[in-house]
Nanobody
Framework: QVQLVESGGGLVQPGGSLRLSCAASGFTLDYYAIGWFRQAPGKEREGVSCISSSDSSTYYADSVKGRFTISRDNAKNTVYLQMNSLKPEDTAVYYC??????????????????????WGKGTLVTVSS
């Protein structure tokens, strides 16, 4: 069964850090670009970051640039999102998604259009004092 499972969410104070994980089962992440997305209550889904399968090229939304870092460990079939200097406006459910096309992944992350072959069910991040 093909699955993406996010973990690592939780409650953190403003200025704190969390590391999210996106673990794949039933398929190998080596050949997939991975995107991270988030959706806050009452808001549209927003693309956060993505990483290519081949040379680990990365893309970040302006809202997280300099604070979030995406990385992948193909040996563990896992992609990570390190989130530092968290702000209350980062509060959302965070999702990871996989697609074999780096071009499509960037388009989906950057523009919010539908796409990506596989999606996880999300993990909640709450930034609050």
């Amino acid at each position: 069964q093909v699955q993406l499972v996010e973990s690592g969410g939780g409650l953190v104070q403003p200025g704190g850090s969390l590391r999210l994980s996106c673990a794949a089962s039933g398929f190998t992440l080596d050949y997939y670009a991975i995107g991270w997305f988030r959706q806050a209550p009452g808001k549209e889904r927003e693309g956060v970051s993505c990483i290519s399968s081949s040379d680990s090229s990365t893309y970040y939304a302006d809202s997280v640039k300099g604070r979030f870092t995406i990385s992948r460990d193909n040996a563990k079939n896992t992609v990570y999102l390190q989130m530092n200097s968290l702000k209350p406006e980062d509060t959302a459910v965070y999702y990871c998604a996989a697609d074999p096309s780096w071009r499509e992944t960037i388009v989906v992350v950057a523009t919010g259009v539908d796409g990506m072959d596989y999606w996880g069910k999300g993990t909640l991040v709450t930034v609050s004092s």
